[in-house]
């Protein structure tokens, strides 16, 4: 009795189910290609099974995409609480939390897609995808608030001209606008984040493996580069977490 209550705690549930047949269609299918009726026939589950959790494909899109912000996310934020614990440097925790999401990336690319390739024809991203998303933005935000508190960051040498280019929901994110000359830093910080994201993009999709000999040295200068950007130094030792 015990072992069969066992068994069927262990049992997965059809959410479970259907979000992994889903993944490996991704795979094979991509977003577009992705059908409730292709799910039920993988899953062995009757249609309208599959119906009854997620009613529509864009449910089950959306249950994808939040999965995949939420395990790139929690792969930066373990990263970055593993090297805060070692006591590095916040450079060095910069690098860390973009090898992690690099490692992610590499390690789901039909996730990574879904999340930063095209769009789906057609599917629009409800609002409740964006706790979620909003993960790797606050991993690295976090990491520049407290280099800027620390006195790590260099001061640019010019700032962003003209009137502030934020929305409120953006400052308020960060904890405000600092005083001068760190002022325009959320904005640096935003660049940081479009960098790192581009830069995945070209290495998961293959757009950098006819450039460079080394992509992995080539990301850690990368990142590197671009943290130039916002006056914070990456360690250029490829063996530093």
């Known amino acids: 009795m015990d072992s069969a209550k066992s068994s069927t705690a262990d049992s997965p549930t059809p959410s479970a189910v259907i979000k992994d047949i ?27 099974d599959v119906a009854a959790v997620f009613p529509h494909r864009d449910d089950l899109l959306t249950a994808l995409v939040i999965d995949a912000y939420n395990a790139s996310g929690a792969a930066m934020e373990q990263a970055d609480g593993a090297a805060g614990e070692a006591g590095a440097s916040a450079g060095a925790r910069l690098l860390a939390v973009t090898r992690a999401l690099r ?21 629009h991203a409800p609002q409740d995808t964006v706790p979620a998303a909003s993960r790797t933005p606050g991993v690295l935000a976090g990491i520049v608030r407290s280099a800027l508190e620390g006195g790590a960051l260099t001061p640019p040498r010019r700032a962003v001209p003209g009137p502030p280019l934020l929305l409120p929901a953006a400052v308020e994110a960060f904890g405000g606008v ?64």
């Open 22 to 48: 889903a993944r490996q269609q991704l795979e094979n299918l991509g977003g577009a290609g992705l059908s409730l009726e292709a799910v039920a026939r993988d899953s062995g589950l009757a249609l309208p």
């Open 103 to 123: 490692q992610w990336s590499f390690d789901h690319p039909a996730e990574f897609t879904l999340i930063y390739g095209s769009p789906v024809p057609g599917y």
């Open 178 to 241: 600092p005083e001068a000359p760190f002022s325009d830093i959320i904005e640096r910080g935003i660049v940081l984040w479009s960098n790192l994201i581009g830069l995945l993009v070209f290495q998961v999709f293959s757009r950098t493996h006819d450039s460079v000999r080394d992509e992995a040295a080539f990301f850690d200068y990368a990142i590197a580069v671009a943290a130039e950007s916002i006056g914070l130094e990456v360690p250029s030792d490829r063996n530093t977490e």
